[in-house]
């Protein structure tokens, strides 16, 4: 079992940063990696970005060259510097973790809030 906690969510103005953090516990013995998905208000969850533990980075089109995606593996933590802040970035951020390419964790969510 995997436990995983979100931190660093709030409310923004437009430009502003954040950082979330997702920090993860329990049985972490597989490979696993970790993504941001976000769910804004009327629309479905999609991914924000994800990285595996050798690094290897994806981002969504929409937060490329405003969003920074990061692990500290020796943390078992992620984060997502999110910079430029946008009010359509407004949503619940989800931490996620996959592991051995099976199992999926998900975090209870955070929500961002970027004011116009």
């Known amino acids: 079992q995997v436990h995983l906690a979100e931190s660093g969510g709030g409310l923004v103005q437009a430009g502003g940063s954040l950082r979330l953090s997702c920090a993860a516990s329990g049985d972490l013995n597989r490979i696993n990696v970790m993504a941001w998905y976000r769910r804004a208000p009327g629309k479905q969850r999609e991914l924000v970005a994800r990285i595996t533990p050798g690094g290897n980075i994806y981002y969504v089109a929409d937060v490329r060259g405003r969003f920074t995606v990061s692990r500290d593996n020796a943390k078992n933590t992620v984060y997502l510097q999110m910079n430029s802040l946008k009010p359509e970035d407004t949503a619940v951020y989800y931490c996620?973790?996959?592991?051995?390419?099976?199992?999926?964790?998900w975090g209870q969510g955070t929500q961002v809030t970027v004011s116009s």
């Open positions: 996620q973790l996959t592991a051995g390419g099976i199992y999926e964790y």
